[in-house]
C-alpha cells in the first residue's frame, strides 16, 4: 500500500470517495446512451441530471485531495503526476456530461439500420472506463496489480476504436440514402461515444506510468 494511504485516513477515504462518483457516472453514461436509443428520454433526461450532479461533487472532492496533497507535503515526489491522474479521471465525469448533454440538445435521429451499432460502440466505450477505474482504485492499495487491469482498457479501446470506423464506414459508404450533413451529424456522434474509451486510455498509460515512477 502506498504509504500515504497508510497516514491519512482522510485521504484515503476522499480518493475512494471520488473514484465512486466516477463510476457511477460512467455506468450514468452507459444507461444513459441505452435509454437514448431506446426513445425512453424521461430515464435519459435524469441520467443527465445525475450526471450533473456527480460533476459538481466529483470537482468538490478532487479540490480537497489536491490540497491535503499540496498543503501537507504528501508524496512531494510524486504529487504532481497524483493530481494530474486525478485530473483525467474527473475528466471522464466531464466527457459522460458533455456527450449527453449533446445528445439532448441536438437530439440526433439514430437510423433504426445503425441501433445495434451504437449499442455495440456505447458497450465497448463503456467496458473501457468499467476496467479503468478499478485499475485506478488499486494504483493506490496495490500497485503491482495495475498492469493486468490496465491491459484490459488497452484491449477495449483498440476494440472500440476499430468498431466505432467500421460504424463510419458503414454510415459514409452504405447509407446512401442519407445526405452528407446527416452521415456528418453520425460521425461527430460516434466519435463522442468513442471519446470516453480515448480518455480511459489516457488514463490508463499514466497509470502504468507512475506504477514504473514509484518503483524507481
Given at each position: 500500500?502506498?504509504?500515504?494511504?497508510?497516514?491519512s485516513?482522510?485521504?484515503?477515504?476522499?480518493?475512494?470517495?471520488?473514484?465512486?462518483?466516477?463510476?457511477?457516472?460512467?455506468?450514468?453514461?452507459?444507461?444513459?446512451?441505452?435509454?437514448?436509443?431506446?426513445?425512453?428520454?424521461?430515464?435519459?433526461?435524469?441520467?443527465l441530471?445525475?450526471?450533473?450532479?456527480?460533476?459538481?461533487e466529483?470537482?468538490?472532492?478532487?479540490?480537497?485531495?489536491?490540497?491535503?496533497?499540496?498543503?501537507?507535503?504528501?508524496m512531494?515526489?510524486?504529487?504532481?503526476?497524483?493530481?494530474?491522474?486525478?485530473?483525467?479521471?474527473?475528466?471522464?465525469?466531464?466527457?459522460?456530461?458533455?456527450?449527453?448533454?449533446?445528445f439532448?440538445?441536438?437530439?440526433?435521429?439514430?437510423?433504426?439500420?445503425?441501433?445495434?451499432?451504437?449499442?455495440e460502440?456505447?458497450?465497448?466505450a463503456s467496458?473501457?472506463?468499467?476496467?479503468?477505474?478499478?485499475?485506478?482504485?488499486?494504483?493506490?492499495?496495490?500497485?503491482n496489480?495495475?498492469?493486468?487491469?490496465?491491459?484490459?482498457?488497452?484491449?477495449?479501446?483498440?476494440?472500440?476504436?476499430?468498431?466505432?470506423?467500421?460504424?463510419?464506414?458503414?454510415?459514409?459508404?452504405?447509407?446512401?440514402?442519407?445526405?452528407?450533413?446527416?452521415k456528418v451529424?453520425?460521425?461527430?456522434?460516434?466519435?463522442?461515444?468513442?471519446?470516453?474509451?480515448?480518455?480511459a486510455?489516457?488514463?490508463?498509460?499514466?497509470?502504468?506510468?507512475?506504477?514504473?515512477?514509484?518503483?524507481?
Open positions: 500500500m502506498i504509504k500515504i494511504l497508510k497516514r485516513k482522510k485521504v484515503a477515504f476522499n480518493i475512494d470517495e471520488f473514484f465512486d462518483k466516477i463510476e457511477t457516472a460512467s455506468l450514468n453514461f452507459s444507461s444513459g446512451i441505452a435509454y437514448y436509443l431506446r426513445n425512453d428520454l424521461d430515464q435519459f433526461s435524469q441520467n441530471q445525475t450526471l450533473n450532479q456527480l460533476e459538481k466529483a470537482d468538490a472532492i478532487q479540490r480537497k485531495i489536491e490540497n491535503d496533497f499540496y498543503q501537507h507535503a504528501l512531494p515526489n510524486y504529487a504532481g503526476d497524483i493530481v494530474l491522474l486525478l485530473e483525467n479521471a474527473d475528466d471522464l465525469i466531464d466527457i459522460a456530461n458533455n456527450v449527453l448533454t449533446q439532448d440538445v441536438e437530439n440526433p435521429h439514430i437510423p433504426q439500420s445503425l441501433q445495434n451499432d451504437f449499442i460502440l456505447n458497450n465497448l467496458n473501457s472506463v468499467k476496467d479503468v477505474i478499478p485499475a485506478a482504485r488499486i494504483f493506490f492499495t496495490s500497485p496489480e495495475v498492469k493486468d487491469r490496465v491491459q484490459k482498457v488497452l484491449f477495449y479501446n483498440r476494440e472500440c476504436t476499430a468498431y466505432g470506423n467500421k460504424t463510419k464506414k458503414k454510415i459514409f459508404q452504405e447509407m446512401n440514402s442519407l445526405q452528407l450533413a446527416e451529424h453520425l460521425r461527430y456522434f460516434v466519435n463522442n461515444i468513442e471519446s470516453m474509451s480515448d480518455k486510455k489516457i488514463l490508463a498509460h499514466q497509470l502504468s506510468s507512475l506504477v514504473i515512477k514509484i518503483k524507481m
